[in-house]
């Protein structure tokens, strides 16, 4: 089960004027399940992405990357149960003819619609299911479909992911709503995962990429559940102009900073839902890292902890064995790192100072943090003033299970 995660009901999720979400059970890998997404977005929405860095990437993300470029996005449409990835030339047909599909059903340019898939990586998109799927999805579109929409989106999750504010801002009322996917090969490394996020703000392109670059790298690029980068991963935030707000031109206007926050928050709660419900998570770990030189290097802490299978496991089995910790500090690759100045702790306990076990450290202690589902791991660096924080979870049994029946 996740990790104090509750699924979001749907009068939780707020609708976004100009985009409408249809949902179909298309076959795709099982029959009876929700695994085909189409979203219409109105004309004159400002669309900004951001895509996986694994060389190897899916057909879809190398046609959605060529679309954005043209211009104008008027659609979505996703796909569960096969990636599409690492299919070849056929891949890339089958991308184009997914674009086309679903530009047809919402009567747009194919160049106009994005196409995303996710699920076994390797096998040939079943496309003749997903075209004879889009009727269906058209025929469900509304504009309070968020719910559906986000249960649409699951591989391996074992809930829905969804998030969404209303904020005022100069007297209109400004909403963003946005759904994920992702539990298992998440890596920051962006994206981590597949996610959505919209506003009825009007925000010009450039200042709207600039939002969710920023934002992204402070939610989904602070997050690890495996280490792995998958070859699908995208992330998409859409601004259709809906709102009554003058449109936002600069980023450091204040509406601009208030939209911003809210988009912040939002994909903040989402990155942090995909770690919760990481495969067979049982225990949600922030990491913080302060007294660095510069960010990137409390960063480079922070996963090396993060990503390191011993501190996992032991976190699991509520092991107190902290020394697994000091060992990834110890290779996070800083070379000039003075470990007597370190100084760690597990909540409020001190479990290291001067290179080594702190005089005042008590396994009793560092036991009884163990046992707790959300438990923070705190590291000085005393090299500096900056700070970074990322989010993981443990490693289980169940993680093995998950991966190892994955395509059963």
């Known amino acids: 089960m996740p990790v104090r995660l509750d699924t979001p009901d749907a ?19 099982k029959a009876d399940r929700r695994d085909l997404l189409l979203v219409e977005l ?48 056929s891949g890339m047909v089958n991308a184009r003819r997914m674009a086309a599909a679903a530009g047809s059903a919402l009567g747009v340019p194919a160049s106009t619609v994005l196409p995303f898939s996710t699920g076994v990586i390797l096998e040939p998109l079943p496309i003749e299911r ?16 968020w719910h559906a929409a986000a249960h649409a989106i699951m591989t391996t999750d074992t809930v829905a992911k969804a998030a969404s504010e209303r904020l005022d801002i100069a007297g209109n009322t400004i909403t963003v709503t946005g759904i994920a996917k992702g539990a298992g090969m998440i890596k920051p490394n962006m994206a981590t995962m597949l996610g ?25 690029n602070s997050i690890t559940v495996d280490g792995d980068t998958s070859t699908n991963d995208s992330l998409v935030l859409a601004a259709t102009g809906r709102a009554a707000l003058p ?42 890292v302060a ?30 064995n902290l020394g697994r910790i000091l060992a990834a500090i110890g290779y996070a690759g800083i070379s000039d790192l003075d470990v007597n100045r ?42 500096g003033d900056a700070t970074a924080t990322i989010w993981t979870c443990d490693l289980s049994y169940d993680y093995v299970r998950i991966n190892a029946d994955y395509r059963s």
């Open 342 to 383: 370190i100084r760690v702790h597990l909540d409020d306990v001190l479990v290291a100072e001067h290179g080594g076990r702190a005089a005042s450290y008590r396994e009793a202690d560092g036991a009884r943090v163990m046992q707790q589902d959300e438990i923070t791991i705190s590291v000085d660096l005393a090299r």
């Open 247 to 288: 449109g936002i031109n600069a980023g450091d206007t204040p509406a601009a900073v208030a939209l911003y926050s809210a988009i912040e928050r939002v994909c903040i709660r989402l990155a942090q839902a995909i770690v919760r419900d990481g495969e067979g998570a049982t225990k949600f770990i922030s990491i913080a």
């Open 196 to 220: 959505y996020v919209c506003t009825d703000a009007a925000v010009e392109q450039t200042v709207l990429q600039d939002m969710l670059r920023r934002a992204a790298d402070v939610s989904f």
């Open 130 to 145: 997903v075209e004879a799927g889009l009727p269906a999805a058209t025929a469900d579109l509304r504009e309070d479909n």
């Open 291 to 320: 007294g660095g030189r510069d960010r990137d290097e409390c960063r480079k802490v922070a996963y090396a902890i993060g990503h390191s299978p011993l501190v996992k496991t032991a976190f699991f089995a509520s092991d107190p």
């Open 11 to 29: 009068a939780s999720l707020y609708p976004v004027a100009g985009v409408r979400l249809g949902i179909a059970m298309a076959g795709i890998r």
């Open 42 to 89: 109105a004309e004159g929405t400002s669309v900004a992405a951001v895509f996986t860095q694994n060389r190897f990437c899916a057909a879809p993300v190398t046609v959605a990357r060529e679309h954005l470029s043209v211009g104008s996005i008027r659609g979505l449409v996703v796909n569960t149960g096969c990636a599409n990835a690492g299919t070849g030339e």
